[in-house]
């Protein structure tokens, strides 16, 4: 099991940019895919980027790609969500999570953060 803890959320006017955190606990967050997927209000949750185990994979949702980036850390059990050029239609509550396959169903992730809140504004 690992429990999930997101951070770096918050208010940033179009164009800037933000850098989210996600603090995995435990010993084998290595052994799992990362996934980032938001949700705005109103709206289904939906896939932002995902990484492979070792880095070598990664996956974006087309509505990101080229503006964020994934990383990870594996020594410090941490996940990055870089977001550039950001745009109020990127207004959403920002989750990581845990699974197994590299994919952008929601479905296939076992375990998630509470979420940090990511503000646009125009």
């Known amino acids: 099991q690992v429990q999930l803890e997101e951070s770096g959320g918050g208010l940033v006017q179009a164009g800037g940019s933000l850098r989210l955190s996600c603090a995995a606990s435990?010993?084998?967050?290595?052994?799992?895919?990362m996934g980032w997927f938001r949700q705005a209000p109103g709206k289904e949750r939906e896939f932002v980027a995902s990484?492979?185990?070792?880095?070598?994979?990664?996956r974006y949702a087309n509505s990101v790609t080229g503006r964020f980036t994934i990383s990870r850390d594996n020594a410090k059990n941490t996940v990055y969500l870089q977001m550039n050029s950001l745009k109020p239609e990127d207004t959403a509550t920002y989750y990581c999570a845990a699974g197994w396959s590299i994919t952008d169903s929601k479905n296939s992730y076992r375990y998630w953060g509470q979420g940090t809140q990511v503000t646009v504004s125009s």
């Open positions: 990484i492979s185990r070792n880095s070598g994979s990664t």
């Open positions: 435990g010993r084998t967050f290595n052994s799992y895919v």
